[in-house]
């Protein structure tokens, strides 16, 4: 697709276009050696996720609030690994934006989709982890099944909603038009009324609420362990819990805020090589999730080796008790 000039120094990457996008040069090598890396991570990140959502989706015993939670996380996260790697990926590479106008606007929606939903997705765990922890005898009340699925519909639509919002009510991304440098290139202009609103939306109000409940949390299995673990016989495996799915939100967050905060500093070159390196350790956290479950959760390694051993073909194996081995 790209073009070379007489001098064969510079590359366009639609050279029948006189406003084309300048392509920047990557030897053959190196361009081999990227593609075969994020495709690696992008099919790892799906794998994973994979894997998640068929514990949680097939095992009844696995059917609690908190796992239909960590469910919904990871389809974001796999959506993360199945769309926006292999196309962020190919814009990374090859410098230049392929894809056309429509589908640089609807990228755009899907990424502050995921996005959206994932930072959701983390507010429901501080939220389950809080009634659970806090308050464990008015938990089975609260926190059903039925009610978190609800809920999480709900994330997934006011998600939708706002970015569709977001992107349409500025409406400047294009790969051609009175913003854009060059033709080839994706962006969004966010005006600054909607920044003040995102910056409230996607960052000040989530965050403090989150950090505000793991304190909370944490603060009371600090100072009342010894009681609560004297007369609740399920704590222990609640504080568990909650810690295993704590780092979970802090490696979330540590991975998103810098890209956050960095993107809001303007486009600079310095900050737009930058945003590209934290992009990708946001989305490779997508990644790291399974990782978590599987070093934290004896039932995921279980359930995989259920899948993998393909007992899962078996009758009734939607009824084994995945949190013992007997079964297993």
């Known amino acids: 697709m790209a073009y070379e000039t007489e001098d064969q120094e510079t590359q366009y990457c639609f050279p029948d276009i006189n406003s084309s996008c300048v392509k920047e040069k990557i030897s053959k090598h190196q361009n081999n050696i990227m593609y075969v890396f994020f495709s690696l991570l992008s099919a790892w990140t799906v794998f994973l996720n994979l ?5 949680i989706s097939h095992f009844k015993k696995l059917h609690t609030p908190t796992n239909m939670i960590i469910l919904s996380l990871a389809v974001a996260d796999l959506l993360v690994g199945l769309i926006v790697m292999p196309v962020e990926a190919i814009r990374l590479i090859e410098t230049c934006w392929y894809f056309g106008h429509t589908f640089c606007g609807l990228f755009m929606i899907i990424m502050g989709l995921l996005g959206s939903t994932s930072l959701s997705n983390l507010v429901l765990i501080a ?25 999480i519909c709900l994330c997934w639509f006011c998600a939708s909603a ?17 913003t854009a440098v060059c033709y ?18 996607s960052l000040l109000f989530p965050c403090t609420l989150i950090i505000t409940l793991y ?56 900050a737009y090589r930058i945003v590209n390196i934290l992009t990708w350790v946001f989305y490779m956290n997508s990644g790291l999730n399974p990782l978590i479950h599987a070093l ?24 084994v008790d995945i949190f013992t081995n007997d079964n297993l």
């Open 215 to 270: 304190l909370r949390i944490f603060c009371v299995v600090h100072q009342q362990v010894k009681v609560i673990n004297s007369l609740m016989k399920g704590s222990k495996s609640e504080s568990k819990a909650a810690l295993t799915l704590g780092i979970i939100v802090a490696v979330h967050v540590l991975c998103w805020l810098p890209l956050y905060i960095i993107a809001l500093a303007g486009n600079t070159t310095m």
């Open 51 to 55: 894997l998640v959502i068929i514990s």
């Open 127 to 151: 939220v389950d982890r809080y009634v659970a922890v806090c308050h464990p005898l008015l938990y089975p009340q609260k926190i059903t099944t039925t009610k978190t699925l609800m809920t």
């Open 296 to 319: 934290f959760y004896p039932w995921f390694r279980r359930s995989v080796r259920h899948m993998l051993s393909l007992k899962i073909f078996q009758p009734a194996s939607s009824l």
């Open 162 to 178: 706002y970015n569709t919002a977001l992107s349409g009510s500025n409406g400047h991304f294009d790969t051609l038009n009175e």
């Open 184 to 201: 080839g290139e994706c962006s969004v202009i966010i005006s600054f009324t909607w920044k003040v609103v995102d910056l409230f939306v």
